[in-house]
């Protein structure tokens, strides 16, 4: 499809919303609906990381997750301009904006870093459902959970091919996202108020820094995958009722994401158990308070969170994988190529082609099941550059800035996005394969149950 380049010259015409033919007056989401959406697309696994991204970097990581948030609200933002002053026939998703700034070029790689992301969190997802069924059930091996996961993908993305029934579960990841939060703060809290809290923090050596440079890359990495979401903007701003109050949306978001969910599990899980958090071998916070010797009365509030989180994994992992699928048929039935439309597919054929992609990805989560690693490496080739690098671009190609103060702060996300684009993935292959060295996940043991 071409498109015909032309702006909507305005300041802050709010009646003009009706010349963008995406945006109309009967869409249904105010702008607290747009809102929820958005942290529905934020919140999730991430929040996992985070205090382990703390540790990594030291006390600065806190300051590094608060640009990180920031910088995401202000380039969320920037593609509301780019949306208000677009008008062509038909803008549906990230890609077509690419393709308004770059043309070809433009699509091609928002498409490119999009399906790179969706591919990278089923693979993530499924290692994360094998992490958390193990700390359920310890006896059987987090690679045979992993499996489950894969045909469970399977058999949903089969029985419900369109997905656009689903909705709802966003909200239900918000709820497992907010429940991990609670639990994860108040376990802690609990912990270090208790009598044996500086016994253990002498026999785990839970000591603090201010700065680890080494390790500042693959933190960066994880506290960019927490705010990842900017492919979806585009179509969430083309529904919103009054497309003029997008900034309330974003603003509300961001803050409510950073100040209500991620500064206080990094904050506290640092402040308690501090270097634990790397020595633990754990992948994720919820790991770090299965331990059995911080009490077994904190056992059954994370094990509700690890279950919630589990149910939310299983129920969203058809809908993260649903694109790369249609994407997969596209290829192979010759259909339509545009990102996300619905196309027509034989039983037989949708079952052999959906089957043998989550196989492939199962497969990589199987031989790869490093969370913070595989989290790092996709953010770094895709995350990072649909949250910081490609909204600077575009709006320097169709939304000039109009002084040297926004110029000079554009240039900086710019510049924040490249380097921690390639630091990060750097220092996450490296990382990657390290814990390959160290933990042989091509062991004949991979699959052995541990307990009789």
Not at 214 to 222: G, L
Not at 251 to 274: E, Q
Not at 437 to 451: E, G, I, L
């Amino acid at each position: 499809m071409h498109f015909k380049r032309k702006l909507i010259e305005r300041e802050d015409d709010v009646e003009a919303s009706y010349l963008v033919p995406n945006v109309t007056n009967i869409k249904p989401n105010s702008w607290k609906g747009t809102s929820s959406l958005i942290i529905a697309a934020m919140a999730g696994a991430g929040v996992l990381g985070i205090p382990l991204a703390v540790n990594m970097s030291g006390w600065i990581g806190i300051v590094i997750l608060i640009f990180c948030g920031i910088f995401s609200n202000i380039t969320s933002n920037l593609l509301g301009d780019l949306m208000n002053r677009i008008t062509y026939e038909e803008v549906k998703d990230y890609s077509s904006i690419g393709e308004f700034a770059f043309g070809r070029a433009g699509k091609i790689a928002t498409n490119i870093t999009q399906y790179i992301t969706l591919s990278g969190v089923t693979i993530i997802f499924l290692i994360l459902v094998g992490i958390l069924m193990h700390a359920v059930e310890p006896c059987i091996p987090a690679k045979f959970y992993t499996i489950l996961g894969g045909l469970l993908t399977m058999i949903l993305t089969i029985a419900l091919p369109n997905m656009k029934e689903a909705k709802w579960i966003s909200f239900f990841g918000i709820f497992t996202t907010l429940v991990t939060v609670i639990v994860s703060c108040i376990v802690s809290i609990l912990f270090f108020t208790s009598s044996d809290y500086e016994l253990e923090r002498e026999v785990y050596e839970m000591d603090h820094s201010y700065v680890n440079i080494n390790q500042i890359p693959t933190a960066f990495s994880i506290f960019a995958f927490a705010f990842g979401g900017h492919s979806l903007l585009p179509n969430l701003y083309a529904e919103m009722r009054s497309t003029h109050e997008w900034y309330k949306a974003t603003n509300l978001s961001y803050n409510a994401v950073l100040l209500i969910l991620y500064l206080p599990v990094a904050i506290i899980g640092y402040a308690v158990y501090g270097s634990y958090l790397g020595t633990s071998g754990a992948s994720d916070i919820l790991e770090v308070l299965d331990n059995p010797s911080f009490g077994s009365a904190y056992k059954i509030p994370v094990s509700i969170a690890e279950i919630l989180l589990i149910m939310h994994l299983a129920s969203v992992l058809p809908i993260v994988s649903n694109p790369i699928l249609k994407r997969v048929e596209r290829i192979f039935t010759s259909q339509d190529d545009s990102f996300g439309d619905d196309i027509t597919v034989p039983l037989v054929k949708r079952i052999l082609f959906r089957c043998s992609t989550i196989a492939v990805l199962t497969i990589i989560a199987l031989f790869f099941p490093f969370f913070l690693q595989m989290v790092g490496i996709i953010t770094s080739l895709s995350v990072v550059c649909d949250v910081y690098i490609f909204p600077v671009l575009f709006s320097w190609r169709i939304n000039p800035p109009k002084s040297y103060a926004m110029s000079f702060l554009l240039f900086f996300i710019l510049v924040w996005g490249v380097v921690g684009s390639i630091t990060g993935l750097i220092s996450n292959v490296n990382g990657l394969i390290e814990a390959t060295k160290q933990s042989d996940p091509f062991s004949s043991d991979m699959f052995k149950f541990t307990c009789s």
